[in-house]
């Protein structure tokens, strides 16, 4: 503990994050800075391309082109990494974190990654790493798991954490615009990531699953273990199906522990979520989060999860609560002790699904259809034919009554062969773990 009157804080990334950063900080100083008896000092500022044109103005001697000048210069008391990615991000951080400095980190990825290295560090150089904008922009949902909710025991956390996803999702499903068009928006608007893969294709979402496993179940479950499930094959014909059967579809991570056996379940795929439930009318770049603790009982947290404003509002809380660290020596609840938590073997799960497919329009095809869901067990619970854009062709939909997810894999697997099923058929899930 110190008791510093300066804070020096240095901003590794000026981009979207770190701009959001340095403009509120500066808005909010006076307040800020009355309330925790310091001065703010904004002392440092790197990026790539010193020459890009800024929203903020940083005098040129505070801007470095190397973020590891900032990491290590001994007068800097908060590193904040603002950078992306997992390879220059995880050099910065373990740099600072091993001078024994505080880092805040919006990266979810550096922490999906590296977070066990990353927090060994911080223990053993008497650094601390915070990282509440790595998850849901600016809802607070890593201090409410951490310090809120610490009586409960987690059975299931469900939620949309991807800004971008839901931004594109909410937009076709309204507007009826291609999906392409709406990323390039989300781009523009300082949603997506740098690779908006990342994105829509559900990792982004995959690396916030696996840090709110492991807050909640004290363990790493990595992405590669994970079923992940992107939004890029979805079209207006899964959208409107979901409008006019009471549903609205959700880019969903999914934690599941049973707490019998103790094994733990992380998915993340395009969900058909009914409208009744409270996250299904959650929009635009919102996010929403269904946290269940055995002792609180069902808990719902929204707010925008992706952009310049919510995140920094998320960074700054950080800041402050380094600070308060730094000076009055409040160490926040250390993180869970780290287990190994055993998966749920996949013949384990189950659930209701959605499948749609473009197949020849001929007599027969649909008993032909049915025959292969039946032979792996799967049972229709309803059918729909539609025109479909391909010629002498129609677009099926159907749902199905529970089943187990091996046997839709092997039913995909199967439609796949048949020469009547036109492309790939596209599956999705429909919330029946929400209740
Ligand atoms: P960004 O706009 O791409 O900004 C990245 C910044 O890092 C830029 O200032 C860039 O410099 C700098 N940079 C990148 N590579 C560099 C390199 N090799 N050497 C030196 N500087 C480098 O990204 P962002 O959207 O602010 O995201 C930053 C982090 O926050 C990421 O981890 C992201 O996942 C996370 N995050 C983002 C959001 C969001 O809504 N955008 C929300 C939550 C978390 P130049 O400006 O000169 O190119
Ligand atoms: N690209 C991310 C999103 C940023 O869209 O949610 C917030 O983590």
């Known amino acids: 503990m110190s008791n510093l009157?300066?804070?020096?804080?240095?901003?590794?990334?000026?981009?979207?994050?770190?701009?959001?950063?340095?403009?509120?900080?500066?808005?909010?100083?006076?307040?800020?800075?009355?309330?925790?008896?310091?001065?703010?000092?904004?002392?440092?500022?790197?990026?790539?391309?010193?020459?890009?044109?800024?929203?903020?103005?940083?005098?040129?001697?505070?801007?470095?082109?190397?973020?590891?000048?900032?990491?290590?210069?001994?007068?800097?008391?908060?590193?904040?990494?603002?950078?992306?990615?997992?390879?220059?991000?995880?050099?910065?951080?373990?740099?600072?974190?091993?001078?024994?400095?505080?880092?805040?980190?919006a990266n979810k990825a550096l922490l999906c990654k590296h977070g066990p290295e990353l927090f060994a560090a911080a223990r053993k150089h008497g650094g601390h790493f915070f990282f509440e904008a790595s998850v849901a922009g600016g809802i607070p949902i890593i201090k409410s798991l951490r310090e809120g909710l610490v009586a409960n025991r987690f059975k299931l956390i469900y939620g949309i954490l991807n800004g971008t996803c839901n931004y594109i999702l909410t937009r076709m499903d309204r507007e009826g615009l291609s999906y392409p068009a709406i990323l390039a928006e989300a781009k523009a608007l300082g949603y997506a990531e740098a690779d908006e893969s990342l994105d829509v294709e559900g990792w982004d979402t995959a690396h916030k699953a696996s840090i709110l496993a492991y807050l909640a179940h004290g363990t790493w479950v990595p992405v590669e273990k994970m079923l992940v499930e992107g939004i890029t094959q979805l079209t207006q014909a899964d959208l409107q199906f979901a409008r006019d059967n009471g549903y609205a579809v959700k880019l969903l991570a999914v934690i599941t522990r049973d707490f019998d056996t103790g094994e733990v379940f992380v998915r993340v795929h395009p969900t058909l979520v009914p409208l009744t439930k409270v996250l299904a009318n959650v929009n635009e770049v919102y996010n929403g989060i269904s946290v269940t603790g055995d002792v609180v009982g069902e808990t719902v947290y929204i707010g925008r999860g992706a952009g310049q404003d919510p995140t920094a509002s998320a960074v700054i809380s950080d800041i402050v609560d380094a600070i308060i660290l730094l000076n009055r020596g409040n160490t926040p609840l250390p993180e869970p002790v780290e287990t190994r938590a055993p998966l749920t073997p996949l013949e384990k799960i189950?659930?209701?699904?959605?499948?749609?497919?473009?197949?020849?329009?001929?007599?027969?095809?649909?008993?032909?259809?049915?025959?292969?869901?039946?032979?792996?067990?799967?049972?229709?619970?309803?059918?729909?034919?539609?025109?479909?854009?391909?010629?002498?062709?129609?677009?099926?939909?159907?749902?199905?009554?529970?089943?187990?997810?091996?046997?839709?894999?092997?039913?995909?697997?199967?439609?796949?062969?048949?020469?009547?099923?036109?492309?790939?058929?596209?599956?999705?899930?429909?919330?029946?773990?929400?209740?």
Request: hydrophobic share 45%.
């Open 5 to 105: 009157s300066t804070i020096n804080i240095g901003i590794c990334g000026l981009g979207t994050v770190g701009q959001g950063v340095w403009k509120h900080l500066e808005r909010s100083r006076a307040d800020l800075e009355s309330r925790l008896g310091v001065t703010l000092n904004l002392a440092r500022a790197s990026v790539r391309d010193p020459k890009k044109k800024r929203a903020v103005r940083i005098p040129a001697a505070k801007l470095t082109t190397d973020p590891l000048v900032i990491a290590t210069d001994p007068s800097i008391h908060i590193v904040c990494e603002l950078i992306g990615g997992t390879t220059l991000a995880r050099e910065v951080t373990l740099a600072a974190l091993k001078l024994g400095k505080t880092v805040v980190s």
């Open 350 to 435: 189950h659930g209701s699904y959605y499948l749609r497919m473009d197949v020849k329009d001929e007599p027969g095809v649909l008993a032909k259809i049915a025959s292969a869901l039946a032979s792996h067990g799967v049972s229709i619970a309803s059918v729909l034919q539609r025109p479909s854009d391909r010629p002498a062709a129609a677009t099926l939909i159907l749902t199905t009554h529970s089943s187990h997810e091996k046997a839709i894999r092997a039913t995909l697997a199967h439609l796949r062969k048949l020469s009547s099923v036109l492309g790939d058929p596209l599956l999705l899930r429909i919330a029946d773990f929400a209740g």
